[in-house]
């Protein structure tokens, strides 16, 4: 998970322009000021970048937050695991 949340947290610091430190697990939108609807559209687009992944609507209505996100992209790194095996 921690290589995960270094990802996720590069991800951030691209969408956002902050830290990667300042992101952690418990991190939600109210903690970063851009993260609102349309910084919700550019932070996927950073996601997808950096892990090589494409996520449907029901995957991005379900990051509400860090945890989520790590969540969501440790299933998908699996099921394209799993593809490609």
């Known amino acids: 998970m921690q290589d995960v ?3 996720v947290q ?5 969408a956002f322009d902050v830290e990667p ?3 952690t697990i418990d991190t939600v939108p109210g903690d970063i000021r ?3 609807s349309m910084g919700h559209v550019t932070l996927a687009s950073s996601l997808e970048q950096e892990f090589g992944l494409t996520f449907d609507v029901d995957d991005l209505m379900e990051m509400e937050n860090v945890r989520e996100i790590v969540r969501i992209v440790q299933v998908q790194l ?3 695991e799993r593809v490609v095996t």
């Not at 590069?10 to 691209?14: L, P």
């Open 10 to 14: 590069r991800a951030f610091s691209s």
């Open 21 to 23: 430190g300042s992101v």
């Open 5 to 7: 949340l270094a990802r």
């Open 78 to 80: 699996a099921r394209l």
């Open 34 to 36: 851009e993260w609102d």
